[in-house]
């Protein structure tokens, strides 16, 4: 259990690191350089880079536990399109796939590359020298691009985005990741402390109701406590003009946020479960110390991304 804690610490330090790095040269690249390439870089630079390393990865790991369930999916064909799903809102950002307000903004590029891939996928699996298995076969092809590679692109629509002032994006998906991990945290904590009703025997028999309560707690906090924290020391410019005493309405509505974010990061750790037990694996890799595969690691964010975004530009509008 220490042996994890570490691990989970040591985990977030870096990801910590990361992000202010990526911050540190988008702004040094947006004073110094007044062409295309900065444009992209101070849109982010180490965020989109990694985070589609491992996305494609996680592809790789899904690809796997499908193949020994009998399925075919075309996954070099799997792996280019989700790279090309991370990196559209980058590249979108920066007016590199065209100027129009489509273009650079929202999610048009991601749908139109997600329409690309499900026709694409059919194409490579239907006209193949045998059309056995096809249905299966072009189901394990789109289920990586979509869970994975559109999922998880609105990480990096929220770090590049066009319509989110300066850095916000960053501090904002560092907010949200670290809500949606601090559930795992409070869920593991309160679960091995307290747990004894169990929430889904039969795809996590360990997690538990208490846990699961836990978590949603642990989230609800740690939303609240990062978002006041991030908008007292001005890191977060679209909430910087919030008075005093908007402040608690501020905290509650992060609250409430972190609770939705745990509640759909536990559900996305459940289906990654599911996957687990069809494919009959314990975990998805071997490449995480106490952790299992890049799969197992980005389970419960892949669900609260797309939550996220939806809730922030849609309902709330902060961004």
Same mark, same amino acid.
């Given at each position: &259990?220490?042996?994890? @804690?570490?691990?989970?610490?040591?985990?977030?330090?870096?990801?910590?690191?990361?992000? &202010?790095?990526? @911050?540190?040269?988008?702004?040094?690249?947006?004073?110094? =350089?007044?062409?295309?390439?900065?444009?992209?870089?101070?849109?982010?630079?180490?965020?989109?880079?990694? $985070?589609?390393?491992?996305?494609?990865?996680?592809?790789?790991?899904?690809?796997?536990?499908?193949?020994?369930?009998? /399925?075919?999916?075309?996954?070099?064909?799997?792996?280019? &399109?989700?790279?090309?799903? &991370?990196?559209?809102?980058? %590249?979108?950002?920066?007016?590199?796939?065209?100027?129009?307000?489509?273009?650079?903004?929202?999610?048009?590029?991601?749908?139109?590359?997600?329409?690309?891939?499900?026709?694409?996928?059919?194409?490579?699996?239907? =006209?193949?020298?045998?059309?056995?298995?096809?249905?299966?076969?072009? !189901?394990?092809?789109?289920?990586?691009? %979509?869970?994975?590679? %559109?999922?998880?692109? %609105?990480?990096?629509? =929220?770090?590049?985005?066009?319509?989110?002032?300066?850095?916000?994006? /960053?501090?904002?998906?560092?907010?949200?990741?670290?809500?949606?991990?601090?559930?795992?945290?409070?869920?593991?904590?309160?679960?091995?402390?307290?747990?004894?009703?169990?929430?889904?025997?039969?795809?996590?028999?360990?997690?538990?109701?208490?846990?699961?309560?836990?978590?949603?707690?642990?989230?609800?906090?740690?939303?609240?406590?990062?978002?006041? /924290?991030?908008?007292?020391?001005?890191?977060?410019?679209?909430?910087?003009?919030?008075?005093?005493?908007?402040? =608690?309405?501020?905290?509650?509505?992060?609250?409430?946020?972190?609770?939705?974010?745990?509640?759909?990061?536990?559900?996305?750790?459940?289906?990654?479960?599911? $996957?687990?037990?069809?494919?009959?694996?314990?975990?998805?890799?071997?490449?995480?110390?106490?952790? !299992? !595969? @890049?799969?197992?690691?980005?389970?419960?964010?892949?669900?609260?991304?797309?939550?996220?975004? $939806?809730?922030?530009?849609?309902?709330?509008?902060?961004?």
């Amino acid at each position: &259990m220490s042996q994890r @804690i570490a691990y989970g610490a040591l985990a977030i330090a870096v990801l910590t690191l990361a992000f &202010m790095l990526d @911050i540190a040269i988008a702004q040094a690249c947006s004073e110094r =350089f007044d062409n295309a390439l900065g444009d992209l870089l101070s849109r982010g630079s180490i965020i989109p880079l990694v $985070f589609s390393l491992v996305a494609v990865a996680a592809t790789l790991e899904l690809g796997r536990l499908l193949r020994s369930m009998s /399925a075919e999916p075309q996954l070099g064909f799997a792996c280019l &399109m989700v790279a090309a799903l &991370m990196l559209s809102p980058w %590249f979108s950002a920066a007016g590199w796939l065209g100027s129009f307000p489509a273009a650079v903004e929202g999610l048009y590029w991601q749908l139109f590359l997600l329409a690309v891939a499900v026709a694409g996928s059919a194409i490579l699996v239907v =006209f193949r020298r045998t059309p056995e298995g096809a249905l299966r076969d072009l !189901g394990a092809t789109c289920i990586p691009i %979509f869970y994975i590679g %559109f999922l998880a692109s %609105f990480a990096v629509q =929220f770090r590049c985005g066009r319509d989110i002032p300066a850095d916000d994006g /960053a501090w904002l998906l560092l907010i949200i990741l670290l809500t949606t991990k601090v559930s795992d945290i409070g869920a593991y904590f309160v679960g091995s402390t307290i747990g004894r009703h169990k929430i889904a025997p039969v795809l996590s028999p360990g997690k538990s109701v208490e846990g699961a309560v836990g978590g949603v707690i642990a989230s609800g906090i740690a939303g609240a406590a990062l978002t006041v /924290a991030a908008t007292n020391e001005g890191w977060l410019v679209s909430l910087s003009d919030y008075a005093a005493s908007e402040r =608690f309405a501020l905290a509650s509505w992060a609250f409430g946020l972190g609770v939705l974010l745990s509640v759909s990061g536990q559900i996305g750790d459940f289906v990654e479960s599911g $996957f687990k037990r069809d494919a009959r694996a314990k975990d998805s890799g071997n490449v995480l110390p106490q952790y !299992g !595969g @890049i799969l197992d690691l980005i389970d419960s964010p892949v669900l609260a991304l797309p939550v996220a975004w $939806f809730l922030l530009t849609a309902v709330l509008r902060v961004v």
